[in-house]
């Protein structure tokens, strides 16, 4: 079956013990790069470059990036620099990019020297783009072409700049200032008459992204489209780079991780759970979960305060401030995924808020009847019964209201709306939960 | 700037007051496809068939797939099934795949007869495919090639296959059998002498996805190996189809979203926050709200059998129970997320385990701190305001080992570990709290 490969860990470790480097070459060299990346993970550093080295650097550019991120930094401080120097240039630029931005500054401005002055220039320029914009995303190696050729010139002069092109299939028209002007797909050009000038052939209505816009953006603009790459321009239209759907692809399946971690309370791990450091990892979660204890501190001193004679109250107390907090996760998750696969955005929030009022309402009244029935057992009258259920209908209610409005805030301000995590907003909620319940309380059976 | 469109709604709005044909005809000929379905989507179901009657029923499928699935269902039920019979002919078949399970099944009864019988055989293979699987997300629109022909009669054989395939960058290398024997790119048809053999220039290590594998693989390996597609075999190693990069994009964005209301306990809304019908929402949000209000039920009734002299205590309650809550939530989460990004699987249930335990003593004795602190502010004595430090680090504890032991056990029984939401995990987490605070108090301070 071709949907496995048979090369083991043991094997490896076997020829590089017995200096197979014949065999250490064709593993390197006839596997898929992201298949060698793979099998070679456990080995140790040395283990891996004496792999490489098996194989020339241009290859070796092509496999380095499939190792995750933390693992391309311990490599590379370990390897000698004039080596990686070399290894940089033949590096495509978006990986580059991510590696040199995970590397500690000094150490770049260090083997920065040993590139090519022309590849150096493009590292400088991908570096200076802010991380989570398009131009953070890009890779300046694309194929471009001028408007007044033929097709069949066209495929020739394709032939000469596809080895430097990360994706040849589709190529950007560019006038004599690199103005981006059209595109065209490869398979357009193959399939047109060689004789039509490409100035015929291309699309004109160009989809493209600001180097500056953010992240989520790119994201849109290629999944609505349906494009293999999306083209970014500077503020005066000139083409700068493009944004292929592997990386698109990657920040999706990142950010999706990302926003579950934000909205559970930790502030995102940005490495897989079972790598990244214990110290680290307790962070992310403590410093959330030290804000959350001071929201239950409040809880706590607002609910010292009542002296109740109705002792068979304090029961109903986690079950009133748990409705709250359920319906408003429930609301705040709508909310933030509809925020963020654009489904919907600020402008909607009174349609958010009629919705939110409606099914909370319906919800409250869903819950209130279990209520009921659960109060009348331990109140010693269905008229102190009621507190729980219009305790129930009033929190189901406040707290969608609460975690719909949050993340609109948040929006609003600029913050991301996963900010606004599922524990917060329960907590939040607790506290205005508990005083309601306690207002309910005092209302219908008095202090 | 190429980046937006200046095409509005009121002007097509007054094309077809006036019955403007060729200017509609110019709008939905030149446009992008998603361009043309977005600008258009506001205009009701008879008016989008206005308009796109004003072209050739090739173009109108490459338009129709743009409209969001719900629309498509709309404008299905109200249009004419001859013209209905033609235009699924033309759909991609993914396209056509996923409108067609949207369908009511007796009505796809009724049109299926009045499309082309080759078509019809296809439809059927792709509806027989499991909701999820690999072979539900594929198209049967590929290029392929036998091994024993030129690089230059390739091309030339492509150009006669490419207006009907969704994709012919990818290049699939059959026998006669139609199993896969290797692929070549586009590129490196276009790179290669025109002499050179296909059978020379294929890459014979070919990734490929059953058809019945699930969702998330497809994801993972076209992920992985940076693919624009993956082919998809049966188990006798034949070609059936093949999934582009657009459609996992699209299935990726749209799980993280289902991931995130699952963890929230919303059952998935499947379309938009704003488009779903708030009697649906309200369903899939009241059911889990039922469940868990069953669950607070027995916190309610364990709290009821509690009389302690202590009163100061249950001014915690809420504190200490949101304290578990929430370190299950971060450990739920961050298991789940792992989880389905392959990032650990079943197997690393010990280290997850061991590694919860670590974090989460740091986390408790963290939280502990504060939490004696605060107890000494309303306790008696400073012995009887340790309860609360020795509850607050025992329900950190507890809770995180629930939070990450249910979604293992969820993944083992083979259903989505997502299910185990953070809600659920609250509160479950609510009465062990409990169960532990009364047990703490009355084994240091007595009854």
Redesign the interface.
């Known amino acids: 079956?071709?949907?496995a490969?048979p090369i083991l860990l043991p094997e490896l470790r076997l020829m590089l013990a017995e200096h197979d480097t014949a065999g250490l070459r064709e593993v390197a060299e006839?596997?898929?790069p992201?298949?060698v990346a793979?099998f070679s993970e456990g080995l140790d550093n040395a283990e891996i470059w004496r792999l490489l080295d098996a194989v020339p650097v241009d290859r070796q550019a092509e496999i380095f990036p499939y190792y995750p991120l933390p693992r391309q930094v311990d490599l590379f401080m370990v390897a000698d620099r004039p080596h990686l120097g070399a290894l940089l240039e033949w590096m495509a630029p978006d990986s580059r990019d991510d590696l040199l931005r995970d590397l500690d500054p000094e150490f770049v401005e260090e083997i920065l020297p040993l590139v090519a002055k022309a590849e150096r220039h493009d590292i400088r320029m991908l570096l200076s783009c802010p991380e989570g914009s398009a131009g953070s995303m890009m890779t300046t190696e694309y194929a471009s072409l001028p408007a007044e050729i033929t097709a069949g010139e066209a495929?020739a002069r394709?032939?000469f700049q596809?080895?430097n092109s990360e994706s040849?299939?589709y190529i950007y028209v560019l006038d004599a200032e690199r103005r981006?002007l059209g595109f065209v797909s490869?398979?357009d050009l193959?399939?047109a008459r060689p004789t039509s000038l490409v100035a015929e052939l291309m699309?004109?209505?160009?989809?493209?992204?600001?180097v500056e816009e953010p992240r989520e953006r790119v994201?849109e603009q290629?999944?609505?489209?349906?494009?293999?790459a999306i083209p970014v321009?500077d503020d005066r239209?000139r083409l700068v780079g493009i944004v292929t759907?592997?990386d698109?692809?990657?920040a999706?399946?990142q950010?999706?991780?990302d926003?579950?971690?934000r909205?559970?309370?930790?502030a995102p791990?940005g490495e897989?759970?079972?790598e990244a450091a214990?110290v680290s990892?307790?962070w992310k979660?403590?410093i959330?979960?030290?804000i959350?204890?001071?929201t239950?501190?409040v809880?706590?001193?607002v609910?010292?305060r009542?002296k109740s004679p109705h002792e068979?109250l304090?029961?109903?107390?986690?079950?009133v401030?748990?409705?709250g907090?359920?319906?408003g996760?429930?609301a705040?998750?709508?909310?933030?995924?509809?925020l963020s696969?654009g489904?919907?955005t600020l402008g909607?929030w009174k349609?958010?808020l009629r919705?939110e009022f409606?099914?909370c309402l319906?919800?409250g009244l869903?819950?209130a009847i279990?209520?009921f029935l659960?109060g009348l057992a331990?109140a010693p009258n269905p008229l102190h019964a009621l507190v729980i259920p219009a305790t129930i209908l009033s929190v189901?209610m406040v707290g969608s209201l609460v975690g719909c409005v949050l993340p609109l805030i948040f929006r609003s301000l600029g913050l991301d709306p996963a900010l606004m995590s599922?524990?917060f907003v329960?907590?939040i909620v607790?506290v205005v939960g508990?005083v309601i319940y306690i207002g309910i309380a005092l209302a219908l059976l008095g202090s």
């Open positions: 079956m071709p949907t490969n006839e596997l898929h992201a298949t793979e495929i394709l032939r596809a080895p040849i299939y981006l490869l398979r193959i399939l699309q004109k209505d160009v989809i493209a992204v600001r994201v290629l999944a609505r489209f349906d494009f293999i321009i239209g759907h592997d698109v692809l990657d999706v399946r950010e999706a991780t926003d579950a971690q909205i559970a309370a930790i791990l897989g759970y079972l214990l990892m307790t979660r403590g959330w979960l030290t959350l204890f001071a239950a501190a809880t706590a001193m609910l010292a009542w068979w304090i029961a109903f107390i986690p079950l401030i748990a409705s907090g359920n319906s996760n429930q705040a998750t709508l909310v933030i995924t509809a696969t489904d919907c909607d349609r958010i919705r409606v099914v319906m919800l869903l819950l279990p209520g659960l331990y189901v599922n524990p329960s907590a607790d508990i």
